[in-house]
Structures are given as C-alpha cells and as structure tokens.
C-alpha cells in the first residue's frame, strides 16, 4: 500500500487529490506543515508527499516552491483539484453574527471579495481542514471558517455559504 504525507488534517483538499491519484485505499499520513512534509517523505515514512503549489485565483504556494529548492524530492505527478470553499460555522450561527473567519492564508486569497463583501476579517491559519476541527474544539462566538466539504463534514460545522469563483483550481503535485 501506498503511503503519502500531506499537510494538513483529515478533511484537507489534499487528501481528496491523494484519493484521486493514488486511490482511495492510499494511506494518507497528515503533517503539520508542509516542512514536515518534506521530512516525513526523505525519513521513508511515506513513498510520496501530496504539496499544493499552484491556485489559479491566488497564485502560487512559495512554499512550496521553495521547500522543492532546498530538498532532494522530486515532483512525480501532477493532479488538478478543483477547490470549492465554503463558509463553515458552529450550529445554529447565521452569516449575520459573524465577525471574523479564519483559514489557510491562500484560501482567504482566494475569498477576499467574498469575505470584504460581507464585511468579514480575515485570520490566517496554518490550513483550512485544521481551522474546521479548531473551531469545533474550541468554539468562538463570531467566527467562521473557509474550509472544503469533507473538512466541514469531518468537523461537523454547518455551512453558510460558498465562498470560491467558479475559476478557483488548484494544483497540488
């Protein structure tokens, strides 16, 4: 069985995109950032590691970018993931109470308007699925969270709108 080291949580886009290359009988080996990644996958612990570096509507993840400049991995394959975000919040929360949204700086990237149009802060975190589960385990009154589907099922947020464009694509490799 294929083993792939991801950044991220149970939820992420990037373990749709791992399911859809590899399988859905992969195992996926979730990483705190995406350094760790890179570790995870040069240790053995993982054959591969699944890394966002491209988005359409925000550009590209330089992290990512350099990450690849500084280790001896090599890009095997490329899988376009179509992103669909989605403001995510407690139950029983409206748009109208909230205050604040928090995700991964590249997802916030991709809903500025979205979230100026609302009159919505943004607060930057270290991924989109994490803030879901974050937000679960600690419950904030004004604050939401941009995160895909499956984080906002796996977390067990409720969604209150969908917050990407129709161009929003990214390309983790």
Not at 24 to 46: H, K, N, Q, W, Y
Not at 52 to 75: C, F, K, Q
Not at 124 to 149: C, F, K, M, W, Y
Request: glycine share 10%.
């Amino acid at each position: 069985m294929n083993k792939v080291a991801f950044q991220g949580v149970t939820g992420a886009y990037s373990v749709e995109a791992i399911g859809r290359f590899f399988g859905p009988e992969t195992e996926s080996i979730p990483c705190r950032t995406l350094a760790d990644l890179f570790l995870v996958v040069e240790r053995g612990d993982a054959g591969y590691g699944m890394l966002p570096i491209e988005n359409a509507v925000a550009g590209s993840v330089t992290e990512a970018y350099e990450l690849l400049m500084e280790h001896d991995l090599r890009i095997y394959a490329e899988v376009i993931l179509r992103v669909r975000h989605m403001l995510v919040t407690l139950p029983g929360t409206k748009l109208s109470d909230l205050k604040r949204v928090r995700s991964h700086p590249q997802a916030l990237a991709q809903c500025q308007r979205y979230l100026a149009r609302h009159g919505l802060e943004p607060e930057p975190t270290i991924d989109t699925a994490g803030s879901a589960h974050d937000l679960v385990g600690n419950p904030q009154p004004g604050i939401g969270v941009i995160a895909g589907e499956a984080a906002a099922k796996q977390a067990s947020t409720c969604p209150v709108g969908r917050t990407s464009s129709a161009r929003s694509t990214n390309r983790p490799w």
